[in-house]
């Protein structure tokens, strides 16, 4: 059973930095993108960054140049820096990823998602 556990969510003050980890597990990491997303209450899960399976991250014009996105395969956990938080970066943060199995198909998987709360 595949499942992502997202942590390392919290308050922090403007300007500040935070790490985000989501541990995966039953499934094969190291093949999988993972992507983290965000959403405030009544709007739509906005996606923030993706890294391949190959490592090739990608961000939303939003956080370029604050956030960081990686991923280490021995620990089976992604990881999202953080830096120069802006009040509107405050939301719950969710890891996400898809996989494909013969027979299966493709099937989407989120964690629980984590708070982020920035505060001036």
């Known amino acids: 059973q595949v499942q992502l556990v997202e942590s390392g969510g919290g308050l922090v003050q403007a300007g500040g930095s935070l790490r985000l980890s989501c541990a995966a597990s039953?499934?094969?990491?190291?093949?999988?993108?993972i992507g983290w997303y965000r959403q405030v209450p009544d709007n739509q899960r906005e996606l923030v960054a993706t890294?391949?399976?190959?490592?090739?991250?990608n961000y939303v014009d939003s956080v370029k140049g604050r956030f960081t996105i990686s991923r280490d395969n021995a620990k089976n956990t992604a990881y999202l820096q953080m830096d120069s938080l802006k009040l509107e970066d405050t939301a719950v943060y969710y890891c996400?990823?898809?996989?494909?199995?013969?027979?299966?198909?493709?099937?989407?998987?989120w964690g629980q998602g984590t708070q982020v709360t920035v505060s001036s």
């Open positions: 039953g499934l094969t990491f190291n093949s999988v993108t």
């Open positions: 996400h990823t898809t996989t494909w199995a013969r027979g299966l198909g493709t099937r989407t998987y």
């Open positions: 890294i391949s399976s190959g490592g090739t991250a």
